[in-house]
Antibody, heavy 118, light 107 residues
Framework: EVHLVESGGGLVKPGGSLRLSCAAS????????MNWVRQAPGKGLDWVSL????????YYADSVKGRFTISRDNAKNSLYLQMNSLRAEDTGVYFC???????????WGKGVLVTVSS | AIQMTQSPSSLSASVGDRVSITCRAS??????LGWFQQKPGKAPKLLIY???SLQSGVPSRFSGSGSGTDFTLTISSLQSEDFATYYC?????????FGQGTKVEIK
């Protein structure tokens, strides 16, 4: 069974940094592209970033480009999101998702809360 | 970026009703569209991928149609467990973009 478990969230001041992790199990992690998707409180879904299976291809939403860095360690079955220069508008629940060959974001983690506030 | 315009933003319906939600892309996206269901406090769940393919384990009352720029999610006979918020997602180009969401409420 596919499991995605996010961690690393918390309260951080504006301008601060945080590193999210996503531990994957139940599938061959190294064969799948992975995403981060976020959701501000009471708002809709917001795609953040994608990394391909070998890290060759990486894409970001314009709102996070230059501040966030996605990475992965296939040996550890783990996905990461380094978030720098955090802003209040980055507050929300961050989900780790898997891309199947034909279906984007076919599996989701439960999410982790990031709060950016002074 | 490709804009996804989803409508309606909310709707009220009764159990047994047929419900349709639409997403319109600002440009051609082939059939690279998925539909997701989200219940309060939970992660979204994939219902439909490639515009019209039913994800494994999803009830057959859910169906998707469309290609190009116009897409529809239909629930043929609404059940109590279907009251939730629904989102479309285009994965044709980057950045990927979601529709604004449609909240399906009990009438």
């Amino acid at each position: 069974e596919v499991h995605l478990v996010e961690s690393g969230g918390g309260l951080v001041k504006p301008g601060g940094s945080l590193r999210l992790s996503c531990a994957a199990s139940g599938f061959t992690f190294s064969r799948y592209s992975m995403n981060w998707v976020r959701q501000a409180p009471g708002k809709g879904l917001d795609w953040v970033s994608l990394i391909s299976s070998t890290s060759k291809y990486i894409y970001y939403a314009d709102s996070v480009k230059g501040r966030f860095t996605i990475s992965r360690d296939n040996a550890k079955n783990s996905l990461y999101l380094q978030m720098n220069s955090l802003r209040a508008e980055d507050t929300g629940v961050y989900f780790c998702t898997r891309d199947d060959v034909v279906a984007a974001s076919d599996y989701w983690g439960k999410g982790v809360l990031v709060t950016v506030s002074s | 970026a490709i804009q996804m315009t989803q409508s309606p933003s909310s709707l009220s319906a009764s159990v047994g009703d047929r419900v349709s939600i639409t997403c319109r892309a600002s440009q051609f996206i082939r059939n690279d569209l998925g539909w997701f269901q989200q219940k309060p406090g939970k992660a979204p769940k994939l219902l439909i991928y490639a515009a019209s393919s039913l994800q494994s384990g999803v009830p057959s009352r859910f169906s998707g149609s469309g290609s190009g720029t116009d897409f529809t999610l239909t629930i043929s006979s609404l059940q109590s467990e279907d009251f939730a918020t629904y989102y479309c997602l285009q994965d044709y180009g980057y950045p990927r973009t979601f529709g604004q969401g449609t909240k399906v409420e009990i009438k």
